[in-house]
């Protein structure tokens, strides 16, 4: 062996082969570590298996076909001949025994290459669980359209693939040998025996598997969109449809005059059978063509109506509309003080802290030091000292990117963790407009009888490098004061980094000279991988689909985030597809990560889903049974918002059953839009506690409006439930067509345009402020609606937005107030004085409800509100007479008056 080739062999080993070990085997260590090497293993199993199948069965093929036809090849082919300027190039049969193997050899290692990647293609077809449904066409399963038929094209396409391939090398090389030809004199194509024999042959091949393609394009036709539905339509099932059937008799046909005529010296029967094949091709497009223009459009909604029947149940089961429950208010209900008071467990959990403020207000009152970062805010929802309260949560991690000092001992060694969170009610606030906080700080305190005993975050949203814990280098805990607390891993998380050996390839893996090398590192020192939570899941089970927002929960003292998972497809027969071409989905997965050890638990939350069934039986040791999860945990568990958004905007347009109105669109809804922070954006689901009209009990839900599509009233609000039995079902409560309802776009238009709040708002912008509007709240109470927003302050050199008046609408009175509290006595009359609130000093947030200020604790409760009431009414009265609106004035003054003579009447 030359020095060259030695050293391209050394420089393949280093920069290929070595590294790609490495990955390999820190991979399959890491999947024995978390538990899951049978996934690992069987992947990888089926990648080899079929990748070499392919490899040996096309690589045969390939190289027996150019073999076979190099036999016709009996002297060299002199390449460049005729030119005197240029030396020919010799090519003789030993040559191209070579080069057919190399040709052959390349085009095989694609082929075994891409074939491995179709992994779970191949297992999923192995291991299908049939559906419950049947196409309503050709009566098929629905499994063998997700299942089946994607491995039957992916044969095909490799079988296609090969015998074009062999047609293209052996025409070349009979080319070359002088077995196949066009000779001038005769002016007719030369060709041999054996070259008519041996492309006939392939020729007829290539026609058999066009005619089983155009067998597989039938149940296709179920899968393709067609006009205005997915699905075959009148046009596919009367013209389409035939005539692939004819097409795979022409196929056949023409596979026939080709075997035909490799035993036979007639040269017409293979091009009798290509121009057959392309004639009844392009008749057939004709054709449907025809039927379409001259017998569907002119009585579309007739011919099509059956077709829109299979559309819509198929794309109702398919993404779970068809289960439902649809329920009609009367529209005419009308909302009092005492509805109010009996619905206190909505009114006590209504929204005031929007996600974005929030986050801003964590950021900057809570992060503590530089490095600590909130990467989002969560819902949850928790019994707090006796009473189900509404939480929104976010974790306190570590972002090493703001590390003032970033070396690698820092980066991996020292800063290796997150430290506890920020919870606080939806409703409550300061008298600073600050957001009250049951658990806060560091380390964490705790103002309700709710605690964390583990509060270390070494896996979360912003963990995205690994660390290494258990060396010689004391950990990072938190700062105290102007010290540091540190700490050592006491977890079960990583990889145990060992010897030399491991440790080399993890250098190797990350590029880090300083594993290899580093003294601070022991024998049980531990490496922690794939920390970040969204990737850490995807690595184990990239063939499930997952939510955007994992959540984390606090658990008999611990933190977990939950992930949601689905199982999807784009096959589905007759079902529309939605964003990302999916057209079934199902959330069959809740995943439960531990952020200080990492362990994750894949809970199978729903066993009759067949794409998750069939998961299962390919990896016996994926998912353990939902049941199996702690009760603790799984009165955490919600409905995800990725497929309660991907519902709402299905059930909008197929709530309509009927194929006349489904054709006309007579009752398409819309999600509606309305301004926020300055730009027009549709309204987002959003979670909250509230007791659904006909029901006991309140319950965690979440929700979204819809208006008729092109209107700006109020349609219809849809629910998705998180409590208990109730889990998972979903409802739709639909109001009266001949009823106004005022929608969230016309809630809005008022508010801007309103004598009261517009002056203010104005005011505070000139001031310097910036006013950030907040999400405006569809509160259903029985059969009526409040609509609520909060309005948040943040000076213009400021970063702290602070929450300073709540906006309440019903019907057509507009109301803007300092608390949410003070809003429903202007709407609804003071509270009797059992349901009054109790005011507390800041001292003592826990117990402070509706997000109101504190006043002055030395006054007596209703002196106190009254007091309150006084102010803003004279608040109200001169804004009136600086905008010369003397009506209002005169109400304002009058109220005030009566106010104070109740502050002033005995007993007071």
């Not at 030396?87 to 075994?112: E, N, Y």
């Not at 707090?384 to 991996?412: K, V």
Request: net charge negative.
């Amino acid at each position: 062996m030359s020095i060259r080739t030695l050293i391209i062999v050394a420089v393949v080993l280093l920069f290929l082969i070595v590294p790609a070990f490495a990955g390999f085997y820190t991979n399959w260590i890491w999947f024995d570590q978390v538990g899951f090497n049978q996934v690992f293993i069987e992947k990888l199993v089926s990648q080899v298996i079929l990748g070499s199948a392919v490899f040996v069965i096309a690589f045969s093929l390939l190289l027996g076909g150019l073999r076979f036809a190099l036999r016709e090849m009996t002297k060299p082919y002199l390449l460049g001949g005729g030119v005197p300027e240029i030396q020919p190039l010799v090519i003789d049969r030993k040559g191209l025994r070579r080069i057919t193997a190399g040709v052959s050899g390349l085009a095989a290692l694609f082929m075994g290459v891409f074939a491995s990647g179709r992994w779970l293609v191949w297992l999923q077809y192995r291991y299908a669980t049939p559906f419950d449904e049947t196409d309503p066409l050709l009566g098929r399963n629905v499994a063998f359209y997700v299942f089946e038929l994607p491995f039957l094209d992916f044969i095909r396409y490799l079988l296609v693939a090969i015998v074009v391939l062999s047609l293209a090398g052996a025409t070349a090389i009979y080319f070359l040998s002088g077995a196949l030809g066009f000779e001038p004199s005769a002016g007719a194509i030369k060709i041999s025996r054996r070259a008519r024999q041996h492309l006939s042959l392939l020729v007829a091949a290539f026609l058999v598997l066009l005619a089983w393609g155009a067998s597989l394009d039938m149940p296709r036709l179920l899968l393709t969109p067609s006009g205005i539905i997915q699905g075959a339509s009148y046009a596919d099932v009367e013209a389409a449809l035939p005539m692939l059937r004819l097409l795979v008799g022409a196929a056949l046909l023409g596979a026939g005059l080709a075997i035909y005529q490799a035993f036979s010296p007639k040269h017409w029967p293979v091009p009798l059978a290509v121009v057959l094949y392309v004639a009844v091709s392009a008749g057939g497009t004709g054709y449907a063509a025809i039927v379409q223009r001259i017998i569907v459009t002119p009585n579309e909604q007739e011919m099509e109506a059956p077709f829109i029947n299979y559309n819509i149940a198929a794309t109702r089961k398919a993404f779970a509309l068809d289960a439902i429950d649809a329920r009609v208010l009367s529209g005419d209900a009308t909302l009092t003080r005492e509805d109010i008071e009996a619905n206190p467990e909505t009114i006590n959990n209504v929204r005031l802290w929007d996600h974005g403020p929030l986050l801003d207000t964590f950021g900057q009152i809570q992060a503590i030091r530089s490095y600590y970062d909130f990467a989002s805010v969560d819902n949850d929802r928790y019994v707090i000292n006796g009473e189900y309260r509404q939480t929104m949560l976010s974790s306190r991690e570590l972002n090493s990117s703001s590390l003032s000092n970033r070396t690698w001992p820092n980066e991996r060694l020292v800063f290796t963790h997150g430290y506890g969170l920020a919870l606080g009610p939806v409703n409550q606030v300061t008298a600073e407009g600050l957001p009250v906080l049951f658990l806060k700080d560091l380390p964490p305190s705790s103002e309700v009888d709710l605690s964390v005993e583990e509060p270390s975050v070494y896996f979360g949203e912003l963990s995205n490098d690994y660390v290494i814990v258990n060396t010689n280098t004391r950990e990072f805990h938190y700062p105290q004061g102007d010290d540091n607390i540190y700490s050592s891993y006491e977890g079960t998380g990583g990889v145990p980094i060992g010897g030399l050996f491991r440790k080399l390839l993890f250098s190797l893996r990350f590029r880090s000279l300083n594993v290899l090398i580093s003294e601070q590192l022991t024998a049980s020192s531990r490496i922690l991988i794939h920390r970040n939570i969204s990737e850490r899941v995807k690595t184990v089970a990239p063939f499930l689909m997952y939510d955007r927002d994992p959540y984390m929960v606090i658990s008999e003292g611990r933190l977990f985030w939950i992930i949601d998972a689905y199982t999807v497809t784009d096959s589905y027969p007759y079902s529309t597809q939605a964003m990302r071409d999916i057209n079934y989905i199902r959330n069959s997965v809740k995943i439960v990560v531990d952020a200080y050890h990492g362990e994750m638990t894949y809970y199978l939350a729903d066993a009759d889903d067949p794409i998750a069934a069939t998961i299962g039986r390919i990896f016996p040791d994926l998912f353990t049974p939902i049941e199996a999860m702690s009760p603790d945990l799984r009165s955490h568990v919600r409905y995800p918002q990725d497929i309660f958004t991907l519902q709402t905007a299905m059930f909008s347009t197929y709530h309509m059953t009927n194929p006349a109105v489904f054709y006309n669109k007579e009752d398409q809804w819309d999600v509606p839009s309305i301004d926020g922070e300055g730009r027009m954006a549709q309204m987002e689901p959003y979670y909250t506690i509230m007791k659904l009209p006909g029901e006991q009990n309140a319950e965690f839900i979440q929700m979204l409006p819809f208006t008729p599509r092109r209107k700006d009233n109020l349609a219809a609000w849809m629910v998705a439930r998180s409590d208990g039995e109730h889990y998972g079902k979903l409802m739709v409560f639909q109001f009266p067509k001949q009823k106004l309802i005022f929608g969230p776009r016309q809630i809005v238009a008022r508010i801007n345009q309103d004598q009261e709040i517009s002056p203010q708002l104005t005011l505070w912008n000139q001031q310097g402020s910036q006013v950030i509007q907040g999400t405006l709240l569809v509160v259903p109470i029985e059969e009526s609606l409040l609509y609520i927003r909060p309005l948040y302050l943040r000076a213009a050199d400021g970063q702290i937005p602070e929450l300073k008046r709540v906006i309440v609408a019903y019907q057509n009175q507009i109301v803007m107030e300092e608390t949410l509290a003070l809003a429903l006595n202007r709407l609804f009359g003071r509270a009797s004085p059992e349901q009054q609130p109790t005011l507390t000093t800041a001292a003592s947030p826990p117990t402070q409800p509706f997000g109101l200020t504190q006043p002055a604790p030395e006054l007596p409760d209703d002196i106190s509100t009254l007091a309150t009431e006084a102010r803003q009414h004279y608040q109200r009265a001169i804004q009136a007479q600086r905008v010369g609106d003397w009506n209002r004035y005169g109400v304002e003054l009058d109220q005030l008056s009566e106010i104070l003579e109740q502050m002033a009447a005995p007993g007071q």
